[in-house]
């Protein structure tokens, strides 16, 4: 793997953890999308506006049973116009329609599953109060019910993911909401950190304060200190955590810059890091696109353990091994 071509080394930001620009990303939505989607009509637009068209051209392969962004609205607009013929497609309204289903299905079965997770709550506070197996072991059905009705999941690399009882800084990159439902599936007993939004949402919100989510102000540098003072302790105590360095989900498919916060808190602890490459989320349900789900597959690859007492370093390496590991299934990389 280390002989593709990669951008350079991971460029830490200024800030430790990750924090979005709302406005910029929904810009690069309408861009890199609507790029996509020139690209997926066999129009060449799209590589005009990408350093990589090759990476592009493999990556976006006429598919069938994809809905981009800009076939919804193309669709929409039609729809409104009148024009019948022009209204969404069967495949856009195929996606909507497993996008519909995927959220009833989650639904019920967080509602089932939350009573289960407030019943063994004293228990979990008694004897697991850090790494909350019982928890996590509930949310790993919740993810895993709902997924196998709608997509392929395969893993590689499961032999590189340390045991519940290793305290572990795990690290991958994010490209869509059905990376947490995939990740839930490894069954490892990981913080994830959370912006506070997500807090809110019903029982789902709730179901994360069990779990011991860690919220974090994206935009607010107390709360990031806050944050990676907790995931130090915690992983102290022996639980693990987990970052999205980049932050923010890709808006444009491609690898964004890797913040240093998940590293500073390995190399404050001496903990590994698991660097994880998330492969197709971003196809099936786009950020921006939540409504929708697309059929196909997902792959998840678990790369082995790296440590290291120099946070810099190892966000390096674990970046520069996430971006080998996209550029191989014809991904792009900032
Ligand atoms: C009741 C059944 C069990 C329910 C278990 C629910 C467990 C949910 C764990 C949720 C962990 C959420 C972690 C989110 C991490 C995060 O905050 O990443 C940022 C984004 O994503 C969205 O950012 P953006 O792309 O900027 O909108």
């Known amino acids: 793997m280390g002989t593709l071509l990669r951008p350079g080394p991971a460029a830490a930001a200024a800030s430790p953890i990750p924090v979005a620009s709302s406005s910029s990303a929904n810009h690069a939505v309408a861009v890199g999308v609507g790029a996509r989607s020139l690209r997926y009509r066999g129009v060449s637009v799209g590589a005009l506006r990408s350093p990589s068209p090759q990476v592009l051209a493999t990556r976006w392969r006429p598919r069938r049973d994809t809905v981009v962004r800009s076939d919804v609205v193309a669709g929409g607009a039609a729809a409104a116009a009148g024009d019948s013929t022009q209204a ?32 063994v709550h004293p228990l979990v506070l008694l004897f697991d109060q850090y790494r909350r197996r019982a928890q996590h072991y509930i949310a790993k059905i919740w993810a895993t019910l709902t997924i196998s009705m709608f997509y392929k999941l395969e893993v590689e690399g499961m032999e590189n993911l340390p045991p519940n009882t290793s305290p572990a800084v795990y690290v991958a990159n994010h490209q869509s909401f059905l990376d947490i439902y995939t990740l839930l599936t490894l069954g490892r007993c990981f913080k994830f950190i959370s912006k506070t939004s997500i807090f809110m949402f019903p029982i789902i919100g709730w179901a994360m304060y069990l779990l011991g989510v860690i919220p974090l102000r994206r935009m607010d540098s107390r709360s990031q200190l806050d944050c990676l003072k907790r995931c130090v302790d915690l992983v102290g105590k022996g639980a693990s955590v987990f970052f999205f360095p980049e932050g923010t989900r890709s808006r444009d498919g491609k690898l964004g810059v890797f913040k240093r916060g998940a590293f500073s808190v390995a190399t404050k602890t001496g903990a590994p890091v698991i660097p994880i490459t998330l492969i197709g989320t971003g196809k099936l349900m786009p950020s921006g696109m939540e409504g929708i789900l697309n059929s196909g597959s997902v792959k998840v690859i678990i790369h082995r353990p790296i440590q290291g007492n120099n946070a810099e370093t190892l966000c390096s390496e674990a970046r520069n091994v996430i971006a080998d590991t996209l550029l191989l299934h014809g991904y792009g990389v900032h």
């Open 88 to 119: 969404l497609s069967d495949l856009q309204v195929a996606s909507r329609f497993r996008g519909v289903c995927f959220y009833l299905v989650t639904a019920v079965a967080a509602i089932f599953l939350f009573v289960a997770m407030v019943a």
